[in-house]
């Protein structure tokens, strides 16, 4: 040890108490210490000056209990019979009375020193100011219930909104069933009608057409949004309403020229699924099917059952979906660059809707490009 080095060492001894002494007093936290009655002992010059007594009020004069709310006394009483036994006590959150009467919290820990005989001498005791770590929590408090006030009234305004789409959807269902009986019954005296005159007509019905798609797609979401579906999926051969479907769906192909044809190599098509989900699905991707296939073409509906699954595909001669494209296709309110090529219109809600109908029922829906450069393949795959 060279000479500099031993001039500090006994440079350090002699302040060591006073340095000491400065740290216990002026530390950024409180210290004190307890008797056996909780009586205090020592204190130091940071805790004073946050309770804003003098040393003399304090020491050997007044008990921890004295600077308690008394609603915390009896608790702390308890607490501190346990501690002389334990040896400790952690994390206590508490309030301190000022002199003026004010409190800030706290959040103190004691540890308690035995003789060596074991018997209590005193506790040393850890204060902390919490006042703005409380102000932060209690802003947080604050912040919470207004976030879950403004929730409460978006969930009644989202809900009124629901039911107000609810009752225009189905209001508007019937006049434009009536607009297309009245087409249909205009069809029926073709003969008298010229060619403008049977051009409109078309029209009327496309129109309408149209208008009941938007509805129906507009109404499930509304039940996706209110969670008002329940599905109830049991074992069941899907095969005649898969038929009936497509039979259902072959007059709108036929007007763009399109074949419709369904490809199954067995006579029964068992599956564990809700019909009405599935037929909404299929629904969906049929129209889509049909909308972006050029006249002339065949949109092809292939039933295949493989072990643990039916697996249900629609596949068009359309222009499939450029692969940058792809990874927004369920999106609700997409549109991709491929258009309907009869200038029909599209939501943008029919192929999200199949999504969360087909997750709904245990289900999934995938898309893949049936071949470079042209049509596009909607897969199914339904538990058995």
Not at 166 to 193: S, W
Not at 242 to 270: D, G, P, Q, W
Not at 352 to 375: M, N
Request: glycine share 6%; with cysteine.
């Amino acid at each position: 040890m060279n000479q500099q080095q031993a001039s500090f060492g006994d440079l350090y001894r002699q302040l060591e108490p006073t340095v000491l002494d400065d740290l216990y007093h002026n530390a950024p936290v409180g210290y004190h210490s307890l008797d056996a009655e909780g009586k205090i002992m020592l204190i130091n010059d940071t805790e004073l000056r946050w309770i804003g007594y003098s040393r003399e009020e304090v020491v050997g004069q007044m008990y921890l209990y004295d600077i308690l709310p008394p609603e915390q006394k009896t608790r702390f009483t308890d607490d501190f019979t346990k501690a002389q036994q334990s040896g400790i006590l952690k994390d206590e959150r508490t309030v301190l009375i000022r002199k003026d009467g004010s409190n800030f919290p706290v959040l103190m820990n004691h540890s308690v020193i035995f003789d060596e005989d074991g018997q209590f001498l005193m506790t040393r005791t850890v204060v902390i100011d919490m006042t703005v770590q409380q102000g932060l929590e209690d802003q947080i408090v604050r912040k919470n219930s207004e976030l879950r006030q403004l929730n409460e009234q978006l969930f009644v305004l989202n809900q009124t909104k629901n039911r107000f789409i609810g009752v225009v959807a189905h209001g508007l269902q019937t006049p434009i069933t009536n607009l297309r009986l009245l087409a249909a019954k205009f069809r029926k005296t073709a003969a008298t009608l010229t060619e403008r005159q049977s051009q409109w007509v078309d029209e009327i019905d496309q129109t309408a057409l149209r208008m009941s798609e938007l509805i129906r797609q507009t109404l499930d979401v509304n039940r996706i949004e209110r969670q008002a579906n329940t599905p109830h999926c049991t074992e069941q051969d899907v095969l005649p309403a898969i038929s009936e479907l497509l039979n259902r769906f072959t007059y709108i192909a036929e007007r763009k020229s399109i074949r419709l044809r369904l490809a199954c190599e067995t006579e029964t098509a068992v599956c564990h699924t809700d019909l009405a989900y599935l037929t909404e699905i299929l629904e969906n991707l049929l129209s889509n099917a049909i909308k972006f296939s050029p006249a002339g073409k065949t949109v092809w509906c292939h039933i295949d059952c493989i072990p643990g699954q039916l697996c249900l595909s629609v596949s068009d001669e359309g222009p499939g979906i450029p692969p940058d494209e792809q990874v927004h296709l369920f999106k609700p309110f997409t549109k991709l660059s491929p258009q309907p090529t009869a200038g029909e219109a599209s939501s943008g809600l029919g192929l999200s809707v199949a999504k969360e109908y087909a997750g709904q029922i245990g289900a999934t829906l995938s898309y893949t490009d049936r071949h470079p450069e042209t049509g596009a393949t909607f897969l199914l795959q339904l538990p058995v």
